[in-house]
């Protein structure tokens, strides 16, 4: 359907306005009159007859003319002061220039026109200029569209929905909207894409605007992609109401339905098979292939579109039932169908399905015709969906044809097209983020195990750090990876210089395509119009001929040489480790610190080890993620139970994690764990590990990072501890956070616990209960380097928004209130008695990282907070023990942390150091009943607190 604002034609326009002042009066009002000298009115008149020839002149088609006479009446008008000659003359001129089709001096000269007419009044040529100028845009932002130049459209949509606001046209409006949202999520800014949708189908409903497109469809398509299938199925089902209402009846009683009926039982079995219902999906697609049949032959273009469509739809089934020759049938038949259309991305659509049906046949070299095909249409198009989409299958092509080298570019390519829809989509929702993780984070581990088989250690790092930041991003919503992680995974040189040379080829066949195109469009071709199209034919089949050989060319495979295991140079590592600067980090440090990076695949564990002299070290645990899950939850529940033994699950985990790199931490001289835990390993204190003898943390200090390319690790604290420490001992509050109720009462040892800290550590500001309010608070923050909140929390599953730490006077501060604090004075944060509200159901572990990362983000260098919630008493005790160990420089958070959990699991607590250490001592005998004291050697007293970010 046509845009309405367009449907008013420039010509139309033109003649409507030249019927309306086809003799224009340009006489002054008197008052103004009046004040023209004899000799301005000599030149006033001159100027009248100048703009009377140039506007005969106009009407007759001489243009070029034309504009000289109107500028000459312009600039007399101009010398005079003539306001209203000026403001007639500019849009004259205007017209002039939109008749030649010079947009951009059409715009400039409405434009001045509209900044004089301001100053002598606004008449009912304005309103018609102003429609002019929204067409003239619109005209431009379509034709970038067709050159798929969408930024630069959207900049020219933006301008014309600016006026149709000012007009109050909701109806053209509504269509601007339409294809700002085509745009937006042809680049993969679902979110932008969504909303202008949502504005649509608000202007839809408030107006009752039948006439606007059914703009579900295009809303079920985002929730799709974004793997929202709950949502993506009930706008799907609206659309099929809403086309099934509008169907009539002939008189012979045959019901006749409109395409998008048909469009919309495709939609409805699109969701079956994402959802792997194959059987309903297949329903949903044969009903819409009958109906087609009551689809009348006046939409028959949409008709064939349509029946290619669901052609196709059925095909995939057969792809994903093992039925090959059916599929490869239906799927040939849709594509020769779309020769009868001009619909790109289905074709593009068309032509990857019958690639994947010759992968799973293993005719590899027709499969990589059709993609080549398919990826050439969805870079033209600039669909960034399509091109992640297709390079992903191009990738696993390669793979299959024992090409790791060359895959492994590919699959790069890939990633980085969804780390640019990702960086898109930061401001949906939570549950959107999220779900788009999940549809994508296959190909990440995919193609850092293809990375792994490689020996290429730290590029696989690379990439599961990437999908870290985005499980964080989904969490939190504004995270940004810094540095290296906001552009992707990067090529090695060789790498580079291969998708250099194929996507040469590429935009050389996109270039062809492009002019191809538009002479076919031409309906009277010159003979040398059709001369050229027989050359750019022949010049296609040789481009793809060149995509054909490309992988067997010489310079490629010379290339690929330098990445193979047994040629790789060592500089293209050292390259990686430059761009990465882990060991840089580590050497910093000066405490024998070592990075530990499990990265948790399908049917095994993937130990990867750091140290500051060596290249990574790689051992491989034939684990699956199945069985390994179920041991961290097993460990899980006994750490959380005093009364439980959780030695035995937690030597099983530790004879997976850490017994196959014994000797390598040996060999390092390891006393630090940096560790970067994957998944759902992110539930288990690494301290909380088991060897048999003793627990880990009684070997290593352990620091643990969001991800290794996130986190600055070296920066030394400041030498001075200037603490401000808040308590919650007495009073009972309940409140509603989300769709939960809360209720929390006063922890009477959280002020024992600060007043201990204030005797141990000078300059401690203390707040006990309605002292500790976030008015009166916040302020000082940035005054102390330590910020202690002994009080409740709660770290939410599923809903960051709702995570929260309770202030004495019964305030509960939001996540969402924590990154707008200013904390770059602060060294460390500590949330004394935070949980993570579990159950017996785990995540994907984001959020334990995902507040402490939050406290980051605000400028803060660490936190430490619980992974459970521990008997009021117990944490007393370890934070009493830890701010005895801690003082500053002299010895590290992370060593601090270490000996206060040692000094909980022996009972000894003179190690602390001096007075300090006898002064635990008698609190804890003092404060904590007997049997607690001979308790806490219990992990789950002194093992849920983790310190995450800089350990120094």
């Excluded at 299958?393 to 790791?404: D, K, S, V």
Aim: proline content about 3%; some cysteine; aromatic content about 10%.
């Amino acid at each position: 359907m046509r845009l309405n604002l367009v449907s008013f034609s420039f010509a139309t326009l033109l003649l409507t306005l030249t019927s309306a002042f086809l003799l224009p009066t340009l006489s002054l009002p008197p008052s103004v009159a009046q004040t023209l000298s004899e000799q301005d009115q000599d030149k006033k008149n001159q100027a009248d007859r100048l703009f009377r020839e140039g506007f005969h002149r106009q009407v007759r088609g001489n243009f070029e003319r034309a504009l000289g006479s109107f500028k000459d009446a312009l600039l007399i008008y101009q010398e005079i002061g003539d306001n209203a000659g000026i403001g007639e003359t500019l849009y004259h001129i205007g017209q002039v220039y939109e008749e030649i089709e010079d947009y951009d001096q059409a715009l400039n000269y409405y434009q001045r026109f509209f900044l004089i007419s301001s100053e002598v009044g606004i008449d009912s040529r304005d309103r018609q200029a102003l429609i002019v100028i929204s067409n003239l845009y619109y005209t431009q932002a379509r034709q970038l569209i067709e050159k798929n130049q969408y930024r630069e459209a959207l900049d020219q949509f933006q301008q014309t929905l600016t006026i149709e606001r000012k007009l109050r046209r909701k109806e053209s409006e509504g269509y601007i909207l339409y294809r700002m949202g085509f745009a937006y999520r042809s680049l993969g800014e679902y979110q932008l894409a969504l909303e202008s949708y949502q504005q649509l189908l608000s202007i839809r409903k408030e107006f009752a605007l039948w006439g606007l497109p059914n703009v579900n469809f295009e809303v079920g398509e985002i929730y799709e992609l974004l793997g929202q299938y709950d949502l993506a199925l009930e706008s799907y089902q609206k659309a099929l109401e809403l086309a099934k209402s509008i169907s009539y009846r002939l008189p012979n009683g045959r019901v006749v339905n409109y395409p998008n009926a048909v469009k919309a039982l495709n939609a409805i079995g699109d969701i079956h098979f994402q959802l792997k219902q194959y059987e309903l999906a297949l329903d949903f697609y044969q009903q819409a292939l009958a109906d087609l049949k009551t689809v009348s032959d006046r939409d028959k273009e949409e008709k064939k579109l349509m029946e290619g469509l669901t052609l196709n739809n059925i095909g995939v089934v057969y792809l994903k039932q093992g039925k090959y020759e059916l599929a490869l049938e239906l799927l040939q038949q849709a594509l020769a169908i779309s020769k009868s259309f001009d619909n790109q991305p289905l074709k593009e659509l068309f032509l990857r399905n019958i690639g994947r049906v010759y992968f799973e046949l293993e005719q590899y070299e027709f499969a990589w015709n059709f993609y080549q095909q398919a990826l050439l249409i969805a870079q033209e198009t600039g669909d960034k969906e399509d091109e992640g989409h297709t390079l992903n299958h191009i990738g696993y092509l390669l793979e299959a044809q024992n090409q790791p080298e060359l895959a492994i570019i590919f699959f790069k390519q890939s990633v980085n097209v969804r780390e640019a829809i990702r960086d898109n989509i930061k401001g949906l929702s939570q549950d959107q983020q999220e779900s788009y993780t999940e549809t994508i984070a296959e190909d990440y581990r995919h193609l850092a195990d293809l990375l792994l088989q490689q020996n290429r250690i730290l590029e696989a790092q690379r990439v599961l750090d990437l999908l870290k930041v985005q499980e964080l991003d989904d969490y939190l919503n504004n995270v940004r990876g810094t540095g290296n992680t906001a552009k992707g995974v990067p090529n090695l040189p060789p790498e580079q210089q291969v998708t250099d040379n194929y996507q040469a080829i590429l935009d050389q066949a996109i270039t062809l395509g492009k002019e191809l195109t538009q002479l076919r469009q031409k309906s009277n071709r010159t003979p040398e119009e059709e001369q050229r199209i027989a050359q750019l034919v022949n010049a296609q089949e040789t481009i793809l001929a060149d995509f054909n050989t490309f992988i067997e060319s010489d310079e490629v495979e010379a290339l690929i040489a330098q990445l193979t295991p047994k040629t790789r140079k060592p500089d293209l590592v050292d390259d990686l480790e430059d761009l990465i600067g882990l060991q840089d980090n580590l050497k910093n440090l000066h405490q024998n610190a070592v990075l530990f990076y499990p990265l948790i695949l399908d049917d095994r564990i993937e130990l990867i080890l750091t140290t500051p002299d060596s290249p990574p070290i790689r051992r491989t645990v034939a684990v699956t993620k199945e069985q390994l899950n179920q041991e961290i939850l097993t460990l899980h529940q006994a750490l959380r139970n005093p009364t439980y033994n959780a030695k035995a699950p937690a030597q099983k985990l530790y004879n997976w994690l850490i017994k196959p790199l014994e000797n390598d931490l040996t060999a390092a001289d390891a006393e630090t764990l940096i560790y970067a835990p994957d998944g759902q390993l992110r539930y288990i204190p690494l301290a909380a590990l088991h060897d048999g003898e003793q627990w880990l943390v009684e070997r290593y200090r352990i620091n643990n990072i969001t991800a290794a390319s996130l986190t600055e690790l070296n920066t030394k604290p400041q030498s001075q501890l200037k603490i401000l420490a808040g308590a919650f001992t007495q009073g009972h509050y309940s409140f509603t956070m989300g769709q939960e109720q809360f209720e929390f009462g006063g922890l009477p040892y959280a002020g024992v616990e600060v007043e201990t800290l204030a005797e141990t550590v000078p300059n401690t500001t203390q707040l006990f209960d309605n002292a500790f309010n976030l008015e009166d608070t916040k302020p000082k923050m940035g005054d102390h380097t330590v910020l202690h909140f002994a009080t409740h929390g709660a770290i939410v599953v599923g809903t960051p928004e709702e995570s929260f730490i309770l202030f004495g006077d019964g305030t509960p501060v939001t996540i969402a209130d924590v990154r707008n604090w200013k904390l770059n004075n602060v060294d460390l944060v500590v949330l004394s008695a935070c949980e993570t509200g579990l159950g017996g159901n785990l995540g994907t572990g984001a959020e334990i990282l995902g507040l402490g990362y939050q406290m980051q983000r605000a400028g803060a260098r660490a936190s430490l907070a619980s992974l459970w919630t521990v008997d009021d008493g117990g944490t007393q005790a370890l934070m009493n023990a830890f701010y005895a160990a801690w003082q500053g420089e002299a010895i590290t958070k992370a060593e601090a942390l270490r000996q206060a959990q040692i000094a909980l699991i022996t009972g000894d607590y003179t190690a602390l150091g001096e007075q300090r250490g006898a002064r635990v001592a008698v609190r804890v005998r003092n404060g904590l009943k007997p049997e607690v004291v001979n308790r806490l050697s219990h992990p789950y007293y002194w093992a849920p607190f983790i310190l995450i970010g800089n350990g120094l």
